[in-house]
């Protein structure tokens, strides 16, 4: 006859390996992904309206970035990567949506009504305390833009501005560039719809900005007789610029795959050449 112990033991014994069983016939029947374990993967489902990848720009958005002001168009060096990125994260043109927000709002600490933010954000470091960046699409340099009859309208070179009254879009790389290479005392502004204005009041000398913002103010006559002076050399930003995410957002790394995968492949090459070549091209160097 048994005793109280080893019945005990021979109890517990079996419970064991009916517990081994269960976890057993679990598995298997849980070998393959679940339905949350699908959702997780799916990068169409991690966004703020799952199924929908929403991208937001500036208001007004301008060329060549976007053309026409219309980036569902496709048309534009950043639409045109916008619609890229989401094909590459599985997202059909369809099932993107275009938002807007400013400059400002947009790369400011907190939550965020849209996934990506594309317009011309330079990466710095200061900007990555409250967003996510993609890696780099464009690596631009800075440029001055003065009016035809202004007394710089003939300068060559870097130390020939040193007296000029300089505008630029404050917490830019232009504004930095500006501070390095041509004086101190730089005027500075919101957007560039504002400095281009400021210049053609007369209330500044010269307006520095990115070389494809500068040819395009020229050539849309936003200040009316002027002329791109020259880039500045030397003055291509390091980390260029990328696509704004929300802070830890679940799409900053497929976003810089896809990009990086863009680069290798050449279409972002291509990209470049399609919308940006007669913005950067012919465009003298100041030293």
Not at 98 to 118: C, V
Not at 146 to 158: I, M, Q
Not at 189 to 212: K, W
Request: charged share 20%; with cysteine; net charge positive.
């Amino acid at each position: 006859m048994f005793s109280h112990s080893v019945t005990k033991a021979l109890r517990g014994a079996a419970a064991l390996v009916a517990a081994g069983a269960l976890t057993l016939s679990v598995a298997a029947c849980g070998s393959g992904p679940t339905s949350s374990d699908a959702s997780t993967s799916d990068v169409t489902q991690q966004t703020v309206n799952p199924g929908t990848l929403t991208i937001a720009t500036g208001n007004p958005a301008y060329e060549p970035w976007v053309m026409n002001n219309k980036p569902e168009t496709g048309e534009g060096f950043e639409a045109a990567i916008a619609y890229k990125v989401a094909e590459k994260l599985g997202f059909a043109k369809k099932n993107v949506k275009w938002t807007r927000t400013s400059f400002d709002a947009a790369i400011a600490p907190g939550a965020k009504d849209w996934d990506l933010n594309i317009q011309q954000f330079s990466v710095t470091p200061e900007r990555k305390k409250a967003v996510d960046f993609s890696t780099s699409y464009y690596n631009d340099t800075t440029s001055v833009v003065v009016k035809k009859n202004s007394k710089y309208a003939t300068a060559t070179s870097l130390a020939d501005l040193k007296n000029a009254t300089v505008g630029a879009m404050v917490g830019t790389p232009a504004y930095t560039q500006v501070k390095k290479h041509i004086n101190q005392n730089v005027q500075t502004f919101n957007d560039d719809a504002a400095l281009a204005q400021a210049l053609d009041a007369g209330q500044i000398d010269a307006l520095a900005t990115s070389t494809v913002e500068s040819v395009y103010i020229v050539d849309s006559n936003q200040v009316k007789s002027a002329k791109v002076l020259g880039r500045i050399a030397g003055s291509e930003e390091p980390d260029g610029l990328g696509i704004v995410l929300p802070k830890d957002s679940k799409l900053t790394k497929k976003v810089s795959a896809a990009l990086d995968s863009m680069r290798k492949d050449g279409s972002l090459k291509k990209l470049q050449d399609k919308w940006l070549a007669q913005y950067t091209t012919d465009v003298t160097e100041l030293k």
